[in-house]
T-cell receptor, first 110, second 114 residues
Framework: RKEVEQDPGPFNVPEGATVAFNCTYS??????FFWYRQDCRKEPKLLMS?????NEDGRFTAQLNRASQYISLLIRDSKLSDSATYLC???????????WGAGTKLIIKP | NAGVTQTPKFRVLKTGQSMTLLCAQD?????MYWYRQDPGMGLRLIHY???????AKGEVPDGYNVSRLKKQNFLLGLESAAPSQTSVYFC?????????????FGPGTRLTVL
């Protein structure tokens, strides 16, 4: 079983819709959580860190559920420019290494 | 401020050939990382460095070597390339390795080993 699992998609969503992804992690020692965005054939870029109380950045909302060991990303009023692969990333306590999910591909259609 | 740069951007090697990938960052970051990304898999850490003159193994270090002689540069070497090393290689850097510190990535090197 992979330590970080994501639905690969693709999620095909009309422009303006709301879309949500989940990501599950298996290590209860995971301490830090992130969503990165990767455009086609480009490098990953940090979208947002995920905090225990949940956090929002414009149209994007991230939630953490430690009891069930999953994090989620909600995108409201989706734009064509949101089309990308969204990577779920965790860091375990006392470790420098990031553990990456394989990503969820999102396609926003006009 | 260029951020993180990588050279070359593309390379085709024959099995058994060697090459070095260069990563440079101008953000004065202490930590640097080399990852590979393969279809259907998350990024996997090859080697990393927590400061000038230091290196450590990541998840998939076999077949690779690294050096960090200068703080701003992190080199990844393939001594005898194999087809299984066909991948996209990303370099990243961060100010520190703890907590929610952000990793900044270079544009990647697309390597094909025939």
């Amino acid at each position: 079983r992979k330590e970080v699992e994501q639905d690969p998609g693709p999620f095909n969503v009309p422009e303006g819709a709301t879309v949500a992804f989940n990501c599950t992690y298996s290590n209860s020692a995971s301490q830090s959580f992130f969503w990165y965005r990767q455009d086609c054939r480009k490098e990953p870029k940090l979208l947002m860190s995920v905090y225990s109380s949940g956090n929002e950045d414009g149209r994007f909302t991230a939630q953490l559920n430690r009891a069930s060991q999953y994090i989620s990303l909600l995108i409201r009023d989706s734009k064509l420019s949101d089309s990308a692969t969204y990577l779920c990333v965790v860091k375990n306590r006392g470790n420098y290494q990031l553990i990456w999910g394989a990503g969820t591909k999102l396609i926003i259609k006009p | 401020n260029a951020g993180v740069t990588q050279t070359p951007k593309f390379r085709v090697l024959k099995t058994g050939q060697s090459m070095t990938l260069l990563c440079a960052q101008d953000m004065n970051h202490e930590y640097m990382y080399w990852y590979r990304q393969d279809p259907g898999m998350g990024l996997r850490l090859i080697h990393y460095s927590v400061g000038e003159g230091t290196t450590a193994k990541g998840e998939v270090p076999d077949g690779y070597n690294v050096s960090r002689l200068k703080k701003q540069n992190f080199l990844l070497g393939l001594e005898s390339a194999a087809p299984s090393q066909t991948s996209v290689y990303f370099c990243a850097s961060s100010y520190e390795g703890y907590g929610t510190d952000t990793q900044y990535f270079g544009p990647g090197t697309r390597l094909t080993v025939l």
